[in-house]
């Protein structure tokens, strides 16, 4: 097996709240993230897939097949896009980068799976000092 | 003369429209800065202040005093907010990165001129591709 | 599981000797490191935090508890510190990169462990071409 | 076990190319990358070393030995070279990230290899947006 | 006045030699930059146009006229190719940063240029370490 | 003209205080800078020449004879040293960022300077977020 990565950048808005708490609850838990009007980011974003190394290209998986399936059903849809009102995958769920790290990956696993080949992990910077990674339900550790 | 830069970072959100326009001229001219919901951006901003050397201190401005104007006076204000609807000195003007670095100077310059240094420059990373640079009004070159 | 990093930063001085060694000992050793006056770098921590997501935040851990943690019981004692001679969880034991990862370990995993999540990893660089990462005992391998 | 990482930087030139296919097919399945008369990369390459730390040095493994190795039989051979001509370890082989990991992993895990310590990954960027990493045959996930 | 900088990358080969000298004298002169069968980089390039704000779009220049430009007339010509035999405008010039940039100035000067804005510098990264600024002729100083 | 620049990098330890004052007025002014047994960064500093380009090779200057007079004259002598204690052009010399870039300015110019091309400027990052740009006596501006 080897890994393959590719970097992947979006920017973003988003108002990080929980609709069923009053803006002072969601201050206290949330702090500067849940301002009314919404924040954003540079989000930067590392798709991993794990696989076999084709014989024929030298290749685990042809980068620009991976960019296409990622950029047709994720950074077309997030970016320069706000996070809680554009994004039918995130409609009803609480904007945090775990979050998106899951719903990102539920977007394109199946896309990405061959016989020779899986999602390995997703790993999305929300800013220089935050970072979530994502493995999928079925790998319970790194 | 010496030159000293000390590094802010805020992540904001904005919109990228002029409202004298229809959305669809404003698509036109801005793309898809000018969704109607924003998006956002981890802004890098370095401030560079020219002076001389104080021979008591060796520093040409205590950067811990550099820190408390611009967290008072700017970050404070722009942090985790919405450019368009939250910033009082960017009520009624086009939040481009060359407006916001404009506004920021006239924020701080008073407060950093002494007889012995001077705001030298402002510089905005909007994106790890864009960036502005701003030296004031007097000055007509880099 | 989902894993979640917050990255911290600390400038910090040392000098790599074993005391029990002669200066040309050390030198042989470990080179210009042992030099006796010391020398200094600026740390780069990467802290991860393992866990599920908790469904009411959207988060693993609220960021500003795991900073407060760290920043109280790792920050506050070595940022701008001497690690040979400031550093009480350091005192004889040589200062090398992969003592500090094991020593900050040991003091910040019980406070961030609950029965939803535990710290997964720490990783340090101590120059842009030097990195340690420690995943505590109980884990063989990355 | 705790881990080290060293970097390590190569400028060298390739061109990705199946020499069984004509220069069409070639260009079909690799792109620009096909170009007849090459291109090329500054290379950033992660060596990790996983082992238990030496009580009388405090380190893992001494990195100038490891950057010895490194130098010698990867560094020296690849930097400022043409990777499809140049590099005896890659006669023959196409000259993918992927293929360079695996063949790099070959010529250094028997000198890095003690009782006391392995090699446990290679990670090689080729652009800011590409990476591969490779753990070696008998570890089949990160 | 104000600044605005442009990011570009590019990926391309070399070899840096003067044809009119031995491999001996190149060796001399150029080491291992002048290895027969070349090396390559990851270039970054910064272009700055300098120029007075668009009162109705808030802008010195739409950056993406500005990209569209420098795409054709620069990155698509050097992107993924070799710099000593596939660049029309490289041809008979040693291939070094600083003859790059003259090249690479005289290429966009006129299109950048209108009665508000003029092209201002052009910054070429060839390795983290190394770089090139051109002002162009009628500069002397930065 | 045009200009190029190096980057170097050195780890140094040091102390910034004033030994004509008491340790509390050292904290006030310097704050934990002052911390009685030091601390330390990973500087990069950014050496430019500016010049005309030498018609025979394409290079205002060997990149090569650039490194040797910096790191003969200023990186030896710091690299892996305390800047208060180890460095004979900073006795007696407050060590702040400023006034490390004067002297190390004073160290090369003359070594540089030939009939087409002179030392430009120094720039010192101390962090990430703090650094100091000089352009030498004779130059009041950028």
Redesign the interface.
Known sequence: ?????????F????R?Y?PNLSDEENLK?????S?P??????YIMDV?V?GE?DT?????M???ELKDIVNKDIIYKV????LN??VDFMKG???????L??KFWEQIENKVKTNKRRL??IKIQE?????????GKS????
């Open positions: 097996l080897i890994y393959i990565t590719r970097r992947f950048n920017s973003a808005s988003h990080v929980n838990i949330y702090g500067k993230c301002n009007n919404g924040h954003g980011h540079n991993t794990a190394i024929e290209t030298g290749f685990v042809d980068l620009t970016d320069h896009r706000n009102t554009d769920i609480l904007a945090s980068t775990e979050n790290a899951i390995h992990s800013t220089i000092n935050n970072s979530v990674e994502y493995y790998k319970q550790g790194k």
